[in-house]
């Protein structure tokens, strides 16, 4: 988008708007490692209260750690975007002390639909999850534009 420095930019720019609003994954302890426009890297460390019944993360959390990655990669251009669908399979448990981490890569972009792959790995390269959301864009943007020069109230640069 005009205004901003460049993609890159605006990518970070823009998942750093959405995580001042995210409670849930600062809550969680998430941390943006790496954005760049369609990708994002987050992580997370497994604490005991993320401990379920059976003495591993709670999947549901491992989820939330991989939609997260995949919301702040379809919004790193700047147009508002949703989860339309997403899956998950399982494929090994987190482990309390782990530190997770959620790749996100935009696989597709077509119109206003996109397909986002979500790999979860603990800290040994472990693969724990496989996640893909499918986003839809809607209205607005993220980020406003900074706005033209106004030449009347003498802006010009």
């Not at 709670?58 to 990655?69: K, M, P, R, S």
Request: aromatic letters at 6%.
């Amino acid at each position: 988008m005009e205004g901003f420095a460049g993609p890159q930019v605006l990518a970070e720019a823009a998942a750093q708007a959405m995580n001042k609003l995210d409670y849930t994954a600062q809550h969680m302890g998430m941390r943006i490692e790496s954005m760049q426009p369609g990708c994002c890297v987050l992580s997370m460390r497994v604490q005991g209260w993320m401990i379920n019944g059976h003495g591993i993360c709670h999947g549901g959390l491992i989820f939330t750690l991989a939609d997260t990655a995949f919301a702040y990669a379809c919004n790193s251009h700047n147009q508002r975007a949703v989860a339309q669908h997403c899956t998950i399979t399982f494929l090994a448990p987190g482990k309390a002390e782990e530190t997770l981490t959620a790749t996100a890569t935009e696989t597709v972009s077509s119109g206003r639909s996109g397909i986002y792959d979500i790999e979860v790995q603990n800290e040994h390269g472990t693969p724990l999850a496989h996640f893909r959301g499918n986003s839809r864009t809607i209205a607005g943007t993220i980020l406003e534009e900074p706005s033209s020069p106004d030449p009347s109230k003498g802006d010009l640069p």
